[in-house]
């Protein structure tokens, strides 16, 4: 009984604490991780299998662990590591792209091929947000599309706000149609043995039809005024 008291204690601090942003998200849910394995683990239920069942620092030791894509969920337990080395890893490589300024040159690329035409953009904009948060994550992929986007609005005189909301449709759609997409998919890829073929070949068809859709209704509803911005 006061393994659950502390436990339930820690997670309503940790929640507080959070919605105050009192420190780093990181550092409190770290923190609070750490509470749990020794108040509850440790001090409520006197397991130490528990708090090495929970920690799961035997899974780097698999073979599975490199080379497939997950384990089943009956398998698994404690903490998902696979996840956390996945986006990690996914992170790190996002970040050394952005600060060499490859996502900067490959939206100013795009928009010297169109000739800086706001319309041809807008919709050249759309795609390549679905299609790079296929393979990044989407929130990532909004903060420097958005960024390029309010820059290039600046100098053709034109309303970001429309081509900012439509990136965003565009990017969830292409975050959840595949494995890399979006966290979520990460955690169901890779507990449950799904792979990146798995996404695509049935979340990614559902996607690709969806940001066609999206595309679409974005262009009609919003081309005249980004013409008349062009003029």
Avoid at 1 to 7: E, H, P
Avoid at 19 to 31: D, K, N
Avoid at 139 to 147: D, G, M, N
Wanted: hydrophobic share 60%; with cysteine.
């Amino acid at each position: 009984m006061v393994a659950q008291i502390l436990a339930v204690i820690i997670f309503l601090a940790m929640f507080v604490l959070i919605v105050l942003e009192v420190w780093e998200r990181h550092i409190i849910t770290l923190g609070c991780g750490l509470l749990t394995l020794v108040l509850v683990f440790g001090l409520g239920m006197h397991s130490m299998s528990a708090v090495l069942e929970t920690l799961n620092l035997g899974s780097f030791f698999t073979s599975h662990f490199w080379y497939t894509a997950g384990q089943s969920a009956e398998a698994s337990s404690g903490i998902n590591w696979e996840t956390i080395v996945f986006v990690a890893g996914m992170m790190i490589m996002v970040e050394g792209m952005a600060r060499v300024g490859f996502f900067r040159w490959l939206c100013m690329r795009l928009a010297k091929m169109v000739k800086y035409k706001v319309v041809p953009l807008f919709v050249t904009f759309m795609v390549l947000s679905g299609i790079l948060a296929m393979f990044i994550d989407s929130i990532t992929v909004i903060l420097f599309l958005a960024a390029v986007t309010i820059e290039l609005s600046q100098l053709l005189k034109f309303n970001p706000v429309p081509m900012i909301l439509a990136e965003v449709f565009c990017a969830n759609l292409g975050g959840s149609a595949t494995m890399c997409g979006d966290p979520p998919n990460i955690i169901i890829g890779t507990s449950l043995g799904y792979s990146f073929t798995d996404f695509l070949t049935n979340t990614g068809v559902i996607a690709g039809v969806s940001l066609v859709v999206v595309v679409l209704y974005f262009y009609l509803v919003f081309h005249k005024e980004l013409r008349a911005s062009e003029a």
